[in-house]
């Protein structure tokens, strides 16, 4: 088993005044060359948007491209025709291939919006962009880990294009997991405590705390009090097919 510990003080930190956000790897300004990425998991930013605030138009591609709302509504608009609002409890999807243009706006003016945006690497590039977004069911993270992502867009979740599964999980204090890992010793596991403290492999996580393991067929997690956390599992080399 091989790790790497990511203390939520190792993260870049910008405040824009508008945005407030937090960088797990290395983004826009903020570059260190020891985060610049965990396997095909290129970005994980903590976000949280002032009230009428937001991204205006802009363009990505070659990306697939993860939206976890946290807190508040979050209001989405692209070039492929796509207009809606994006909750807590929700997850978007965007692959972006051969390339698409959005914008993101916090759609409340007198509340702030939280939310984790990821980026993967895909395992095919110049894809058709497409879009999707569903209404997650919480009961099934209750002592659990629920399937979010997928590479199988008949599975559960939403899909991308890439051998990546999400999952969350609300523990209570004192529960175990085992997580097992989907696709063998080519992925490994990247676990990112958003409340509450647990260990996870005998590494203790206090809240944006994170740990990535690979190199195992099984890794355990234990709740020390009453958590929330996310586990994104990626291809940690030759992620292209």
């Known amino acids: 088993m091989k790790k790497i510990l990511y203390?939520?003080?190792?993260r870049?930190?910008?405040?824009h005044g508008w945005l407030n956000t937090h960088h797990s790897f290395s983004f826009a300004n903020w570059f260190n060359p020891d985060q610049m990425h965990f396997g095909a998991l290129r970005?994980?930013?903590?976000?949280?948007?002032?009230?009428?605030?937001?991204?205006?138009?802009?363009?990505?591609?070659?990306?697939?491209?993860?939206?976890?709302?946290l807190e508040g509504d979050l209001e989405h608009k692209d070039s492929m025709g796509n207009s809606s609002v994006i909750k807590a409890a929700d997850v978007q999807v965007i692959s972006a291939g051969t390339g698409i243009e959005h914008s993101e706006f916090n759609h409340n003016k007198d509340e702030v919006?939280?939310?984790?945006?990821?980026?993967?690497?895909?395992r095919k590039k110049h894809v058709e962009p497409r879009y999707?977004?569903?209404?997650?069911?919480?009961?099934?993270?209750?002592n659990q880990f629920s399937q979010i992502v997928s590479p199988n867009e008949n599975d559960e979740g939403v899909w991308v294009h890439q051998n990546t599964w999400f999952h969350l999980a609300e523990l209570d204090e004192g529960k175990s997991l085992d997580y097992k890992i989907k696709r063998g010793a080519n992925n490994g596991v990247y676990f990112f405590l958003l409340e509450g403290s647990a260990k996870v492999s005998d590494e203790t996580l206090n809240k944006r705390d994170?740990?990535?393991?690979?190199?195992?067929?099984?890794?355990?997690?234990?709740?020390?009090?009453?958590?929330k956390l996310l586990a994104i599992e990626v291809p940690m080399e030759n992620w292209e097919d």
Do not use: R, Y
């Open 43 to 69: 970005v994980l930013n903590d976000d949280e948007i002032a009230g009428g605030m937001g991204f205006g138009t802009h363009p990505h591609k070659d990306m697939e491209i993860v939206t976890i709302p």
């Open 7 to 10: 203390p939520s003080s190792s």
């Open 113 to 122: 919006c939280k939310l984790l945006q990821i980026w993967v690497f895909p």
């Open 132 to 142: 999707d977004q569903i209404t997650l069911d919480q009961s099934k993270m209750k």
């Open 210 to 227: 994170a740990v990535g393991i690979w190199d195992t067929e099984s890794i355990q997690v234990k709740a020390t009090e009453k958590s």
């Open 12 to 15: 870049g930190h910008a405040n």
